[in-house]
């Protein structure tokens, strides 16, 4: 497959995954709404918010072990791919199956009474719904990590229609359970029992993809698992933080708020965080990309970051323009006019949504050579920090745009860090990243770009 033929379906596959995604989030709450109550819905997202945390966890592990595979399979060296492919499914699956254990240990913990007030019919139904929802996370971090044989043959935008066709398939399977049950259980085991086929299909398309990758090992693992544990650690470290910095305030919000009023800010998030759906596919794409590049990588990897620089501005600002205005609109469609959108609320998200995609291109350069170890563990302590201290206003009284504005310091802490972590990988500085966001460059280079698009669509 050509450079241009691979980057052309890379960027038709995760338009369509934007498509798909606005298609399941402007899908999934009318139709939650629709059936169920606002308390209810509440309690179904603080419920899906652990397995939700852990699934992009999950998805993590095939990060780094796929930049390895990737690395080693270009040079021929097969024995390393293949053990980069087997070390990444070894850290995985290990870190899957005690979430599903943990998420079962804690369902028993919770009694009767308290599993009733949550809407369950009892505790053997929220057991049984906690044992689903961990097979659900196993069965997603399986199929996630198919996408290190399609990265090796070239071949990762198959792995995003994949998903996309998986999405689609869950609204079918959320609308079917919700418009005839009342149970939390029916639906949690509906989503695992899909996510297993799904997991079964996609291992086949990745072996017919990357046969080589599937034979018998003949080298030792040990040294390829403690090669990889850093760099798969802040893979999984990235994700989580992400998680944390969304499901941890939904969580926050519905035990300071109510189930109510958490079903009106995820709402409301879901409408401003529309920007992070393509910051999230230029980020795949920047990051996969890096591993087919050649000589001269340096150089167009700076040219790479002021001309994304400088179209993430340009996008963030246009965003908020139209967002602002147009958000109580789409919020009394997104809840059946059973909630309000908040100015002050869509103004934090977007601070700190900003703030998160102008940090999307530096993030990708060094991830791309696992070099984002440091950029993770601070972005994790700052992120704990920060939603410990929205806490602490939560417990003060605080309101909730003041809670959320904790937002802002902990993506700061991401998106600075790899900014010098990016210009330092390239040997370049502050000084020359201003002069080349304002040059002839980057006009030329955005007109390129628009034209290849263009052309090739």
């Not at 920007?275 to 167009?300: C, H, P, S």
């Amino acid at each position: 497959m050509t450079a241009h033929r691979r980057l052309l379906q890379a960027i038709l596959s995760y338009l369509l995954g934007i498509a798909v995604r606005i298609v399941v989030q402007l899908a999934t709450l009318p139709i939650l709404f629709a059936y169920w109550s606002a308390t209810r819905v509440g309690t179904w997202m603080v419920i899906f918010a652990l397995p939700a945390y852990f699934v992009v966890a999950g998805q993590a592990f095939s990060g780094a072990g796929g930049t390895a595979a990737l690395a080693a399979a270009r040079e021929e060296r097969w024995d390393e791919a293949r053990a980069a492919f087997r070390a990444s499914w070894i850290w995985a699956t290990s870190a899957t199956l005690l979430v599903a254990a943990g998420l079962a240990a804690l369902a028993l913990l919770v009694p009767d009474e308290l599993a009733r007030d949550l809407g369950f019919t009892g505790a053997p139904e929220l057991r049984a719904c906690a044992l689903w929802l961990g097979i659900y996370v196993l069965a997603v971090c399986q199929s996630s990590l198919m996408l290190v044989p399609l990265r090796v043959s070239g071949r990762y935008p198959q792995h995003v229609m994949f998903q996309s066709v998986a999405s689609l398939a869950e609204i079918a399977v959320l609308a079917a359970c919700v418009t005839t049950s009342q149970s939390f259980g029916l639906l949690a085991a509906s989503l695992a029992v899909l996510r297993v086929a799904i997991t079964g299909l996609q291992t086949v398309l990745a072996f017919r993809a990357s046969p080589a990758l599937f034979a018998p090992g003949r080298i030792a693992l040990r040294t390829t698992l403690r090669q990889l544990v850093r760099p798969s650690l802040a893979f999984m470290i990235l994700p989580l933080v992400y998680v944390l910095n969304l499901q941890g305030y939904t969580l926050l919000v519905g035990f300071a708020f109510g189930a109510q009023v958490v079903a009106g800010f995820v709402a409301t998030r879901v409408i401003v965080r529309a920007i992070d759906l393509v910051m999230t596919v230029l980020y795949t794409i920047q990051f996969n990309e890096a591993g087919y590049l050649g000589d001269g990588k340096r150089e167009f990897q700076r040219r790479q970051l002021a001309t994304m620089t400088a179209l993430t501005l340009a996008a963030t600002i246009g965003f908020a323009l139209v967002i602002v205005p147009a958000g109580p609109w789409l919020q009394s469609v997104l809840s059946a006019g059973k909630s309000q959108f908040d100015p002050a609320i869509a103004l934090v998200l977007l601070a700190s949504g900003s703030i998160r995609a102008l940090g999307t291109t530096p993030q990708a350069i060094v991830a791309a050579d696992n070099g984002h170890v440091h950029l993770a563990n601070r972005y994790l302590v700052a992120s704990i920090l920060a939603l410990a201290g929205a806490a602490a206003l939560a417990v003060a009284g605080f309101g909730l745009p003041a809670i959320l504005a904790m937002l802002v310091p902990a993506e700061l802490m991401l998106a600075l860090p790899a900014m010098r972590a990016a210009l330092r990988h390239l040997g370049w500085d502050t000084g020359g990243l201003a002069r080349a966001l304002v040059s002839r460059e980057r006009v030329a280079d955005i007109a390129q770009l628009a034209r290849f698009l263009v052309h090739r669509g």
